[in-house]
């Protein structure tokens, strides 16, 4: 089971759910314009195993943490690519106190799970993969692996296990 926080095109959670064929997607979209957009003219679909929770990625991540009680985790994977007015990913995505660091802190992610974000370039990487480690390691992962990869586009992807 995947989340994937800001729905784009649709182009990820869609090539997660035909790749994956057992694989659980949900997404959590800010806009609702965005999912009509992606409908419309992406040609974006839900189904049973692709489904779109329209309102704050972070909040639903939280909210999803907290029902599960922190027992076995939720998802294998949460994937952010969800940015602000500014372009930059929200503060409530990476910082120490954030509802999505505060999600993985709380067991949102299974015990082998990964967080990958989708940064801007020239972006700092240490404190928010730091937040992450610490989220991580707080819910009872053991330590994991920090890396990030930096695309022909500028962006880096940014990975914490």
């Known amino acids: 089971r995947i989340l994937c926080v800001g729905l784009g095109g649709g182009a990820v959670p869609s090539f997660l759910e035909q790749a994956l064929p057992r694989c659980r997607v949900d997404v959590a979209e800010l806009e609702p ?3 009509q957009a992606a409908t419309e003219a992406m040609g974006f679909t839900q189904s049973p195993r692709l489904r779109v929770h329209v309102g704050d990625g972070a909040a639903f991540a939280l909210c999803m943490a907290q029902d599960s009680g922190a027992e076995c985790g939720v998802y294998d994977a949460v994937i952010v690519d ?15 106190g954030g ?15 990964l967080v990958a974000v989708n940064f ?3 972006t700092d990487l240490i404190p928010r993969l730091g937040a992450y480690r610490q989220a991580l390691a707080s819910s009872g992962a053991a330590p994991g692996l920090s890396f990030s990869i930096s695309a022909d586009e500028g962006n880096l992807m940014a990975v914490q296990t």
Do not use: H, Q, T
């Open 99 to 113: 509802d999505l660091v505060r999600a993985v802190a709380s067991g949102l992610l299974r015990k082998r799970g």
């Open 120 to 122: 801007l370039p020239f």
């Open 82 to 96: 969800a940015y602000d007015a500014e372009g930059n990913v929200p503060e409530a995505m990476w910082k120490p």
């Open 33 to 35: 314009c965005v999912l």
